[in-house]
């Protein structure tokens, strides 16, 4: 398969974890006989310093013309201490995400064995979690209309969703948990919101095409509570583009670190894959950002594009790094691994994956090379 992919390293941590993704796909076009072909274009702040534009013409132009979609992680302190930034970096993401129609976030959420310790909940309440969030990521409050006031002191944003968008996401949602255990947990505010009440009234007529999965529906505020004391009585949640934001950061604890997060945002013809950690503008250029997330990222692009197989590698190599205990400081305080070393690892477990013999137990565990 030959696939061209956008990549988008964006700030801070941003092309350091990105470059740990591309080197694992570029392991798996070695083994597997593809040609991934890697174009690298401006977004965020490092595209405001240098254009004035978050999204540059020219990097959208390439997203739109590429099979996917690769990005890194957007944000600077200088824009997010300033509230009078009239140009943000987090505008371009929206737009970009409009701009593609990337309609579907999808986070899973699985915590590795090896790392129920790792969490910040007790191991009995997140051992056997699996869940996956659905938000929709083009409507809502982050695209409805703004206003603020000439004084300053009153502001507003409008909450807005069509019938269509609810439409489009539920079936995607709902696919998934028929391939999974068959349920699916509407997350919504809809004793309040009147945008909530339309996601009901609309995910319930699409329940009716899908009878083997059961349908539920939570408040917000109790979905956030409940992903905390019992993660595992979800399999599939579902829910507008705000709620999904926070309460899939909320979930990332489970795991015991954001940096092992991936997501898939899908439209009808683009797809975009990222961690769902921010740029962490302070571990900036000092190798102890987990990539991990960035590397998991890529292979969710593989299960897009139908590439199970070499997907399953990837997965399978971060199984064995969290094992031997390659990771980054945010999973192992006293780790020697840096971003750089985690890469290294899963791209070599990838050429090498049938013969462990090639990685030297005894050197992994001292901070030495993991190749013999």
């Not at 310093?49 to 957007?74: H, M, R, S, W, Y």
């Not at 603020?148 to 944003?157: K, R, V």
């Not at 829910?239 to 934001?245: Q, S």
């Not at 009808?268 to 769902?276: C, G, H, M, R, S």
Request: aromatic residues 8%; proline residues 4%.
């Amino acid at each position: 398969m030959n696939l061209k992919i956008a990549v988008l390293p964006g700030d801070g941590i941003g092309p350091e974890v990105i470059l740990q993704a591309k080197k694992a796909l570029y392991a798996i076009g070695e083994v597997y006989n593809h040609e991934f072909v890697f174009e690298e274009a401006l977004m965020g702040a490092i595209a405001i310093d240098k254009t004035g534009n978050p999204l540059p013409e020219q990097t959208l132009n390439l997203c739109l013309n590429t099979d996917a979609v690769l990005f890194g992680a957007i944000g600077d302190p200088k824009y997010d201490n300033n509230p009078n930034a009239k140009v943000r970096p987090e505008q371009g993401l929206l737009k970009l995400r409009k701009e593609l129609g990337l309609f579907a976030n999808i986070r899973p959420i699985k915590p590795y064995k090896s790392l129920l310790d790792a969490s910040p909940l007790k191991r009995e309440i997140i051992e056997g979690a699996d869940f996956t969030i659905f938000r929709e990521l083009t409507g809502g409050a982050y695209f409805g209309a703004k206003t603020l006031n000439e004084e300053g002191t009153h502001a507003s944003d409008l909450c807005e969703y069509s019938e269509e968008e609810i439409t489009r996401i539920a079936h995607l949602a709902f696919k998934s948990a028929q391939n999974r255990r068959k349920k699916l947990t509407m997350v919504d505010k809809a004793n309040v919101l009147e945008t909530s009440r339309l996601w009901r009234k609309v995910v319930q007529k699409v329940s009716e095409n899908y009878p083997d999965v059961a349908l539920d529906f939570l408040f917000v505020d109790n979905a956030a509570m409940q992903i905390i004391l019992n993660p595992r009585q979800f399999d599939v949640i579902l829910t507008e583009n705000l709620f999904g934001d926070i309460l899939s950061d909320e979930a990332s604890v489970i795991t015991g670190s954001i940096g092992l997060l991936a997501s898939a945002s899908l439209g009808e013809k683009n797809a975009l894959f990222e961690p769902i950690h921010g740029s962490y503008p302070q571990a900036k250029g000092k190798n102890i950002a987990n990539p991990i997330a960035s590397i998991l990222s890529a292979a969710m692009l593989l299960e897009h594009f139908g590439l199970f197989k070499e997907a399953n590698v990837i997965y399978k190599a971060i199984e064995k790094a969290i094992e031997y205990k390659v990771v980054t400081v945010d999973l192992k305080p006293d780790s020697k691994f840096g971003t750089n070393e985690v890469g290294e690892f899963v791209s070599n477990f990838i050429f090498s994956k049938d013969d462990l013999l090639y990685f030297r137990n005894d050197n992994v565990h001292i901070g030495q090379s993991t190749i013999v």
